[in-house]
């Protein structure tokens, strides 16, 4: 098994956060996992991406060239990778703040408006964690209890509150998967 | 128990458990965590963290603790080893062990922030006065750079000398899943640090224990310098680590180290999927460098492919261990610029057929 | 049999120094010796030497001993401690050392308060390179590179180290003495005990200044270099405790 994503926005908007939470849930399977992040100096506003590895093998390079699967938050990580997804593979993106329409005809497109999805849940800030449960949905790289379980690891103690509210924006992305 | 970890950290935390009990650092991005890791993990441990005001402090702190028999070390990226050079030559004039850890970046100068593999001759050739040497670690993945600079601290005491350990920033930066071996006990053929380290006060035989590297008399320097060679000759002999594989029969070695040859594994996939035999020697020490395992591995292939995060600076010791045998082609991209699996392999073609 | 009333501190050895007729380094070595001594620690202490005339120290030191790059005693003294809190730490610099290569170390180590004792030797002058200027060289005080005498409009002006180090909050005493009478003598032993007793008591940082003689280099005997200290040097480094808590 081998699973290789990148997950893409500009900083602050958290897809660094759910690369993390997609390691730890493949580490918490016992898959070997590697979680390669890019950003510049700024904290926010720059382009952060990261490169996720899972796999039941020892993993070669932490740098993900042409991704299986490319999880695209604003129109800047759109141009950047939509060429370099793999023939065959898929694209998830954030139609909330993309403009951009699809240009090829040999990957898989997913429209996943996750700011308005997560308007409608009641805080704008888990947008990122559907467009993961999207991900995690189509691949089924991990079990999404795995996933719950990494993010309330990297989300530390004092914040389990905000679990159900994140399970539900996972599953909410999971479901445009099975569409 | 494997954890996911952040490079730095889980190369602090595995230096804690190598029994490293004193850091001291000054902050530089991209090694930020390791300070930040060793100030509240260290202390919690019953170590003793430091943070300096500069890197020339850092080194001559380290220097102090080292001198009084403890494992310590200090953090940086090539401009504060820069900045450090002074006091890594005396740490190699004094003999006193310690473990410096290089999370490179792109220079020259300022540079950038990213992963880079420019500091190969700051690391192996050194910036420091005088006949000495940095034996140091090249570890590829995070589980490696956690088992190097555990062993690190064992090759530091065993010969009394600064030891280097360097990863690229992708290493530092990155996550992996690593099993980190807890309270590694230290190589039982250490010599005891009893025999030379300062302590206070002086021996019950009325001897004093002098930690200097000033001579006054320049037989004197001569004598030790000629001391210290031999030194180097035993590392060189002992020391030497290098990771081969697929080289026999192959058309093409690749000689990477760090990121560069996790990348290189790809480029051998690639070649494996289209008929051309790729193999790679992957230096695991660059001081000493494995010259003769690199000539030894090589002897089947038509060319070799030296591949890394900066311009022909490994290229020259590739070109020593080869002595003209084989034809050399470069492949590198820098200052965070990742290197493409899919170009190394072009390059591999391009030298295989050229070679003919 | 006659009544031993003096002898050699055993905290140096007995052999001759290098120090020049009428340098005071030597009897400031002494003063501390005698000092650690007393206070009953020469079996943990440690003499950390720096770059300078005292840098041959280490053939002195009947204590195990250390030899720092220019400027950075005070850091490897850090380290020294932090592996060792319980030794006794000696650092002795001269003003090139401690005030201009080494000023971040001074300071900084001032700043954190470690818990050592650094004895500073101030005369105005780098002697074991042969007389250049310092930066605590006098106006008008003639040096190697300043021939015609100390312009401060090209030089600037003397640096006061006792000044700037009692404006941190973390030393506990900063004083500044002299050597050239008796009376003055037994005062820096007086300051240097309480500077190590601070150390023995873990307490925190000591900063010691003693006005120094160069005669060799200051081209004076070493009757009118003592002079020289009491008549120029203290006017511009005025003697006194500037801090002292407990």
């Known amino acids: 098994m081998l699973k290789e994503v990148i997950f893409s926005g500009f900083g602050g908007q958290g897809a660094l956060l759910i690369g993390q939470v997609l390691a730890m849930a493949g580490v918490i399977e016992d898959l070997n996992a590697t979680y390669r992040p890019t950003y510049g100096f700024e904290k926010r506003g720059g382009v952060a991406f990261c490169d996720v590895i899972l796999s039941d093998e020892e993993i070669g390079t932490p740098v993900i060239e ?42 898989e497109y997913f429209e996943v408006p996750c700011n308005d999805m997560a308007k409608e849940l009641g805080n704008d800030k888990v947008a990122n964690m559907i467009l993961l449960g999207a991900y995690v949905g189509y691949s089924k790289a991990v079990a999404m209890d795995s996933v719950e379980a ?27 998967a099975a569409k | 128990m494997k954890k996911l970890m952040k490079g730095n950290e889980a190369i602090a935390e595995a230096a804690i458990q190598a029994g490293c009990k004193c850091y001291f650092g000054y902050p530089i991005t991209p090694q930020n965590e390791v300070p930040e890791y060793m100030s509240w993990r260290l202390r919690e441990m019953g170590g003793v963290f430091k943070q300096a005001e500069s890197e020339v402090a850092s080194v001559n702190m380290v220097y102090g603790a080292g001198a009084a028999g403890v494992r310590a070390m200090t953090s940086s990226s090539g401009l504060g080893i820069a900045l450090m050079q ?39 050739r050194g910036g420091g006065n005088g006949d000495y040497y940095l034996p140091t670690y090249a570890p590829s ?8 600079i555990q062993k690190a601290f064992d090759t530091a005491f065993k010969y009394r000398t600064p030891v280097g350990v360097m990863v690229d920033a992708t290493i530092g930066n990155m996550m992996e899943s690593v099993d980190i071996k807890e309270n590694v006990q230290p190589d039982p053929s250490i010599p005891d640090v009893n025999e030379w380290c300062i302590r206070g006060g002086r ?130 991209r820098l200052s965070g610029v990742m290197p493409s699996a899919n170009d190394m392999y072009d390059a591999c073609v391009k030298l295989a057929k050229e070679a003919k | ?30 003063l501390v010796g005698e000092v650690l001594e007393e206070l009953g620690v020469i079996d943990r202490s440690i003499m950390v030497i720096s770059v300078g005339c005292s840098a041959p120290a280490y053939d002195y030191a009947n204590v195990d001993n250390i030899a720092c790059l220019h400027g950075r005693a005070p850091a490897t003294a850090t380290g020294v401690k932090a592996a060792l ?27 954190r308060g470690e818990n050592i004792t650094v004895v500073f030797a101030n005369n105005n002058i780098y002697g074991m390179t042969g007389g250049q200027m310092a930066a605590t060289t006098l106006i008008g005080q003639k040096a190697t590179t300043c021939p015609a ?56 940082y000591s900063f010691v200044e003693i006005l120094s003689t160069c005669p060799t280099n200051w081209h004076m005997s070493p009757q009118a270099s003592m002079e020289h200290v009491k008549n120029e040097m203290e006017e511009v480094y005025p003697l006194g405790i500037f801090k002292d808590e407990d």
């Open chain 2, 203 to 332: 021996r019950e035989d009325g001897s004093v224990h002098r930690i200097k590297g000033l001579f006054n008399v320049p037989e004197e320097c001569e004598a030790f310098n000629e001391e210290l060679a031999k030194k180097y000759d035993k590392i060189r002999e002992n020391e030497v680590m290098v990771d081969i594989k697929d080289c026999e029969g192959a058309d093409v070695v690749i000689v990477a180290y760090g990121t560069t040859a996790r990348i290189a594994k790809q480029t051998m996939k690639l070649g494996k999927e289209n008929g051309l035999k790729i193999g790679m020697v992957r230096p695991q020490t660059v001081w000493p460098f494995p010259y003769d395992e690199l000539r030894e591995a090589c002897r089947d292939a038509k060319g070799v492919l030296c591949a890394e995060m900066a311009i022909d600076q490994l290229l020259q010791d590739v070109k020593l261990a080869l002595e003209g045998t084989k034809p050399i082609a470069t492949y590198h």
């Open chain 1, 66 to 107: 042409n991704p299986e699967v490319a999880v695209i938050m604003d129109e800047a990580s759109f141009k950047r990778f939509e060429p370099l997804v793999k023939k065959g593979g898929a694209m998830f993106y954030n139609t909330s703040l993309i403009s951009s329409k699809p240009t090829r005809d040999d990957i």
């Open chain 2, 86 to 124: 002074e006091g890594i030559t005396n740490l190699a004039s004094t003999q006193v062990p310690a473990v410096f850890l290089n999370v490179m970046r792109g220079g020259p100068g300022l540079g950038t922030i990213q992963a880079s593999q420019a500091d190969y001759n700051q690391m192996t």
């Open chain 1, 150 to 176: 990494g993010l309330k690891a990297k989300l530390g103690h004092g914040k389990e509150k905000t679990i159900p509210l994140n399970r539900k924006a996972l599953e909410m992305g999971a479901a445009i």
């Open chain 2, 141 to 148: 993945t995070l589980q490696e750079a956690c088992d190097l």
């Open chain 3, 85 to 111: 809190p319980d030794s006794i730490v000696y650092l002795h610099q001269g003003d090139g050392d401690l005030l201009s290569i080494g000023l971040d170390e001074t300071i900084s180590a001032a700043g």
């Open chain 3, 1 to 30: 049999m006659g009544e031993m009333i003096y002898k050699r501190t055993d905290f140096l050895k007995a052999r001759p120094t290098h120090y020049c007729p009428g340098c005071t380094h030597g009897l400031e070595h002494k």
């Open chain 3, 149 to 204: 005498g100390r312009d401060p409009h090209l030089d600037g002006y003397p640096m006061k180290a006792c000044e700037m180090i009692a404006t941190l909050t973390a030393p506990k005493l900063v004083a500044r003495t002299a050597l050239y009478d008796i009376p003055h003598i037994i005062q820096t032993k007086k300051i240097l005990k309480k500077a190590f007793q601070n150390q023995i008591d873990k307490k925190g």
